[in-house]
């Protein structure tokens, strides 16, 4: 399995679940910009698990070597690499925020996925979930240089699954709503829309199993992002959302 953002607690909680579901791994490839802290997961599933593990450093803010790479054969690309970035207006107007943002969640990111993806498109197998975001559905004022990054995943997850569904390899796309981990720490989240790590592990596991195209975490976003998509522009853009 190939990991990308293994500091995410969602993403950890994913590799446990499908290992404590009896999936065998010959390797998992931890991609990190966290070396220390992925260390300490890698020796966790070691023990646990007695599951091999490999750490690749990757920041995605610097220069990308792809020949660190070719080594790596897997069926399963697990991606929860994201930014959310300074959401204030501040931070809307701070260039080098809105370039980290883009670059993080979108634009650095789609060549790694590439990369792996024409790997499995040769093999014609594999799939790949991608953590994309609701608030990649549509463009609100509170955060939309993070969610219009989203947004492009979310159609690139879309165009890929497309492009490669002839060639058996198939594409997830995961679409939180609130979920408690460090990247929300401290935010005032409603607990009965958020989702806790194991939980959204969980039902992200239940999809990939089913083969699923789009799956919402947890199911109600799915209800709340129908009613939102569906607001007449000329009402949404007076709500402060
Ligand atoms: N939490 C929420 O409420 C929520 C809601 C909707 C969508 N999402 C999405 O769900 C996914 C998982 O999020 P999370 O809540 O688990 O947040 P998180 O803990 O912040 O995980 C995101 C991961 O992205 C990786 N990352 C950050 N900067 C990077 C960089 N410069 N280069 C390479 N990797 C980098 C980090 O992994 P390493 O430290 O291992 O590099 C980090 O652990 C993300 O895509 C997020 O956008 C989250």
């Known amino acids: 399995m190939i990991v990308l953002g293994s500091t995410s607690e969602v993403a950890q909680a994913f590799v446990e679940k499908a290992l404590q579901e009896g999936e065998k791994y010959e390797r998992i490839y931890l991609f990190t910009s966290n070396r220390e802290a992925t260390e300490r997961f890698a020796q966790h599933i070691d023990v646990k698990f007695l599951q091999q593990s490999e750490i690749i450093e990757l920041d995605l803010t610097k220069e990308i070597n792809y020949f660190s790479f070719d080594h790596i054969n897997s069926n399963l690309l697990f991606c929860a690499t994201g930014y959310l970035g300074d959401g204030t207006e501040e931070g809307l107007y701070d260039n080098k925020n809105t370039e980290r943002i883009i670059d993080i969640n979108y634009s650095k990111l ?3 996925i590439n990369y792996f993806a024409q790997k499995f498109e040769g093999k014609r197998s594999g ?3 991608g953590l994309s975001s609701v608030a990649g559905d549509r463009g609100r004022q ?7 990054a989203k947004a492009a995943f979310t159609a690139y997850l879309s165009g890929l699954r497309n492009y ?3 060639k058996k390899v198939h594409v997830l796309t995961v679409k939180p709503g609130f979920m408690a981990t460090k990247m ?8 009965k829309l958020t989702a806790t790590p194991k939980q959204a592990a969980d039902c992200i596991y239940k999809a990939f199993k089913k083969q699923k195209n789009i799956a919402y975490v947890l ?5 709340i992002m129908l009613i939102i998509r569906n607001i007449p522009e000329f009402i949404f853009k007076k709500l402060k959302l």
């Open 127 to 129: 799939t790949i979930i």
């Open 110 to 112: 789609v060549p790694v």
């Open 219 to 223: 199911p109600i976003w799915g209800v």
């Open 184 to 191: 929300t720490e401290g935010l005032p989240l409603n607990p």
């Open 164 to 166: 490669l569904f002839e």
């Open 142 to 148: 509170s955060n939309f240089i993070y969610g219009s």
